[in-house]
T-cell receptor
Framework: AQSVTQLDSQVPVFEEAPVELRCNYS??????LFWYVQYPNQGLQLLLK??????LVKGINGFEAEFNKSQTSFHLRKPSVHISDTAEYFC?????????????FGKGTKLSVKP | GAVVSQHPSRVICKSGTSVKIECRSL??????MFWYRQFPKQSLMLMAT?????????EQGVEKDKFLINHASLTLSTLTVTSAHPEDSSFYIC??????????FGQGTRLTVV
């Protein structure tokens, strides 16, 4: 069974500062990895995904993440955050062999960007 | 990306009544749809997986008689919360995917049972 651990439940940061949101996963099989953003009372929006190929993945809104197989991590980074990045961020995994493709989510990290 | 529409976005109902939430894939045929539940300040928990034309597969601990899921067509799945109680108040989110596609999420439905 897969699981996802987001080590930080809340991350406060000042505007224009860099940020890293951590995500570790456990799985006995190869997985796909995702980061989603959720704004208050809204659904999820895909930020980026790793399926295969280059381990550095670039997504929307200036975010990027690096897949590290040896450390089973998929940390999300942004070099300079904006107030509008304030939201909840979820890391998720999907069994690469699973025909259903259901996602297992971490508990989320609330990013608060202060002026 | 593909569009998944979830309706209604908010609903308030009386205890004991039933509520139906719709999830539609607008520009693709969704062979599989997922229903999640999100408690305040918590992650999304998968409730059930449904494939078009077959019975939904429920996760452990989810009452299938309380949360009725119907996936009647390749573009529509419905979740009916039967005999709703205040503890059913939550944020419900659907996602849909076609074969070899990533899943796309609806906007979510905030259910409040009073």
């Amino acid at each position: 069974a897969q699981s996802v651990t987001q080590l930080d439940s809340q991350v406060p940061v000042f505007e224009e500062a860099p940020v890293e949101l951590r995500c570790n996963y456990s799985s006995s099989v190869s997985v796909y990895l995702f980061w989603y953003v959720q704004y208050p009372n809204q659904g999820l929006q895909l930020l980026l995904k790793y399926l295969s190929g280059s381990t550095l993945v670039k997504g929307i809104n200036g975010f990027e993440a690096e897949f590290n197989k040896s450390q089973t991590s998929f940390h999300l980074r942004k070099p300079s955050v904006h107030i509008s990045d304030t939201a909840e961020y979820f890391c998720a995994v999907c069994d690469i062999r699973g025909s259903q493709g259901n996602l297992i989510f971490g508990k989320g990290t609330k990013l608060s960007v202060k002026p | 990306g593909a569009v998944v529409s979830q309706h209604p976005s908010r609903v308030i109902c009386k205890s004991g009544t039933s509520v139906k939430i719709e999830c539609r894939s607008l520009d693709f045929q969704a062979t599989t749809m997922f229903w999640y539940r999100q408690f305040p300040k918590q992650s999304l928990m998968l409730m059930a997986t449904s494939n078009e034309g077959s019975k939904a597969t429920y996760e452990q601990g989810v009452e299938k008689d309380k949360f009725l899921i119907n996936h009647a067509s390749l573009t529509l799945s419905t979740l009916t919360v039967t005999s709703a109680h205040p503890e059913d108040s939550s944020f419900y989110i659907c996602s849909a995917r076609a074969a070899r596609m990533e899943a796309f999420f609806g906007q979510g439905t905030r259910l409040t049972v009073v």
